[in-house]
């Protein structure tokens, strides 16, 4: 009885694993990779518009081109190639990295250093000059011959000090 | 007060401008300059490239020329690799088209049977097939039966040249290869025809 029941088990187990093998083995290309490949690519027909995010005509045919070749054993490099050559680099979403979009890439960039260099050079010049300021404060409280000779050439220092003198 | 019986408390002397005062104007204006010239570059490249596209082809103006490959099996009698200007003497009907258009499939036929009307006359028909996949295209030609000439417009450059603002349209050009009229929209054999007529008697 118990070597029946293992015996029926164990075929049970063998064929399930066998037809999932086969089933894996014949699907097609799963859905999400079409998706990824779309989502690296602009729809024609609607101007910034995702490809994998467009439902119009065009789209879905593209789409399905995109499955087809994914299916025919190609990789998302050839398909994004196929896509580049027939219907020009405009077509993906992030233009190719040559000397004609070079400024393309360039230009952020370099607004963002100019950006945070002019920022940079203005907060260091405001901190020179508080610090500045607060050594010019400190030095005119302290024993200084040079304060005490702008003191006294103030004169309503000069008087205070005559008026605190003459209370003393 | 200190031990002098000196009060110290007056506001202190302005402080000296700082000794980077100069350089740090520099670095600003030189900022500023390099900030407003990138604009600029950005703005010259934008309007060249839209200057390069040229204006689009009217009544009367030259049609420009281009060159593109016949899909297998659609070269209507003509060489596999066609140049638009090779064709000079012959009147041309370029229709752009594209299989998910659903517009196209209204002027399929009559483009077909047009075309068989005036094929011996030595008018040609020119199908460039705009923005579209490979094997779709090709059953759409199937489908419609389709034996005049007919190519991919490869990245779009007989699209942009012609700019055009959808599919379908149709350029009407004559044996010296000026546009003598652009159509928007489906087309009825009455209405090829009668453009076609047109062609023919200049």
Known sequence: MMRRFILIFLSVFVSSWLITAIAFAQAPVPDDQTY??????NCPTCAGRNLADCPTDTCTQWKNEIKAQLDQGKNAEDVLAYFEAR???TVLQEPPKDGTTAILWAAPVGAAIVFFGVVGVVMWRMSQRRSAHTVAATAAIGPNTSAHASAAADPFVSELEREVKDEL | MNSEGTLNASPATPAAPAKGNGKGRLLIVAGAVAAIAAVGVLFALAFSLVSQQGARPT???PA????????PGYTGGLPEQIKLSDLRGRPVVMNFWASWCVECFKEADALEAVY????????VFLGVDYLDTEAPAL????QYNVTYANGVDVQQKIAKAYRITGVPETFFIDKNGIVREVIIAPLSEAQLSAS??????E
Do not use: C
Request: charge should be positive.
């Open chain 1, 87 to 89: 219907f020009g680099p």
């Open chain 2, 116 to 123: 068989r009307k005036y094929k011996d006359q030595g008018v």
């Open chain 2, 139 to 142: 059953a759409y030609l199937q």
């Open chain 2, 64 to 71: 420009p020329d281009f060159s593109m490959a016949l899909y």
């Open chain 2, 196 to 201: 076609i007529d047109r062609l023919l008697e």
């Open chain 1, 36 to 41: 990824r490949i779309a989502k690296q690519l």
């Open chain 2, 59 to 61: 009544a009367g103006s």
